[in-house]
């Protein structure tokens, strides 16, 4: 969540359950009832910021017992590395770390107006990354972390999104065979990687960039986070731009893999991502039959299910098919179900 001072109080809008649980938790914690609280994410959301005594903390609540866990020791270790929140507690399924001012990366990036800036911000998160994963894999992190994709059914879920757009928009099945996909996507590359590492889940503070919630971090290929951080529908550089940093950055995140193997699989592994990005907008704007507001999926850091969001992931996804990012003979008939999701939505492609 964003970490950013509270300015309201939101206790006049929650219920008596959700009071008293906050109340329990700042108690168990910090010996005290918190003097403000706020949501930037919704009331709704379990993450909040608390006011402790003057000092601002974030409070996270995690799915699992064991997902806080895991994070506790994530961010213990990486903390030194100066580019996470400090861990300052754990309660049960909560999760309690520094509260950072600023505004997430999508946000900022939305905020600047020249092109170069965005690119700056953009380079700086990957460079971050690759410094989280060095730092990682010096504290010998990625041995204390689970495998990505173990389960039998991982692999299908992530390839099926093709399969599932398809049926949501009526449209022909992408020309590919799922299981060339399924294989070409599995990988036994022990790096430590954030997973989730798209530009919503970082943000910039005293001229660095920080990132958070750290419950689906694991082991597997380091691509993987360069691949998510480039392909979200949030990161809004020009194609030149994206060609250069993906040129610059990608062997950089190859891991144990050769160069040339590592630009085998960016163009897959890339649409794979697209599409799980793309079922999520398509989902949403079908469940409520119309695109939501700009400016509100920014702040709340939604899915943009938006126009633009939305043509900026299928025109990557062009590029992806037509062989100008990476090399895959294997996925250029993709093309035409791309085209075909584009006149569904009613939106024009600009490749």
């Not at 974030?58 to 994070?71: G, I, P, S, T």
């Not at 990687?193 to 694991?218: Q, T």
């Amino acid at each position: 969540m964003p970490h950013t001072k509270p300015n309201t109080n939101a206790k006049d809008r929650l219920d008596d359950a959700r009071i008293e649980e906050i109340e329990r938790l700042t108690k168990d914690v910090f010996d005290q009832s918190p003097t403000r609280v706020a949501f930037p994410g919704g009331a709704h959301r379990a993450a909040f910021v608390a006011e402790i005594s003057n000092e601002l903390y974030v409070l996270a609540k995690r799915e699992r017992e064991a997902d806080a866990q895991l994070e506790a020791i994530v961010l213990k270790t990486l903390s030194p590395c100066g580019h996470v929140p400090k861990f300052i507690a754990r309660s049960g399924r909560w999760l309690i770390q520094e509260c950072l001012s600023g505004a997430r990366v999508p946000v900022t990036m939305n905020n600047q107006t020249k092109m170069s800036a965005r690119v700056e911000l953009l380079e700086s998160s990957i460079t971050s990354l690759l410094i989280i994963r060095d730092f990682a894999h010096q504290e010998n992190l990625q041995h204390r972390v689970p495998k990505i994709g173990a389960k039998p059914d991982w692999l299908a879920r992530r390839v099926g999104n093709m399969a599932t757009i398809s049926q949501k928009l009526d449209i022909p099945l992408p020309q590919i065979d799922p299981h060339f996909l399924q294989a070409a996507y599995q990988n036994k590359h022990q790096d430590f990687v954030k997973w989730d590492s798209r530009p919503g889940n970082a943000l910039k503070y005293n001229d660095k960039i920080y990132w958070f919630d750290w419950e689906d971090c694991g082991r597997r290929n380091a691509l993987d986070d360069f691949i998510c951080l480039m392909m979200d529908e949030w990161t809004m550089i020009d194609f030149p731009n994206e060609a250069k940093l993906i040129e610059q950055y990608l062997p950089k995140f190859a891991g144990g893999m050769s160069t040339d193997q590592a630009y085998t699989y960016f163009p897959i592994a890339s649409l794979i991502q697209i599409a799980f990005r793309l079922r999520l907008a398509i989902k949403y704007k079908m469940q409520e039959g119309k695109w939501w507001d700009r400016e509100k999926c920014l702040a709340g850091d939604k899915v943009g299910v938006t126009p633009p969001e939305v043509t900026r992931l299928l025109n990557r996804a062009i590029r992806l098919t037509n062989g100008s990012i990476g090399c895959n003979e294997r996925i250029k008939d993709c093309r035409v179900w791309i085209d075909n999701i584009a006149k569904k939505l009613e939106l024009h492609l600009s490749e």
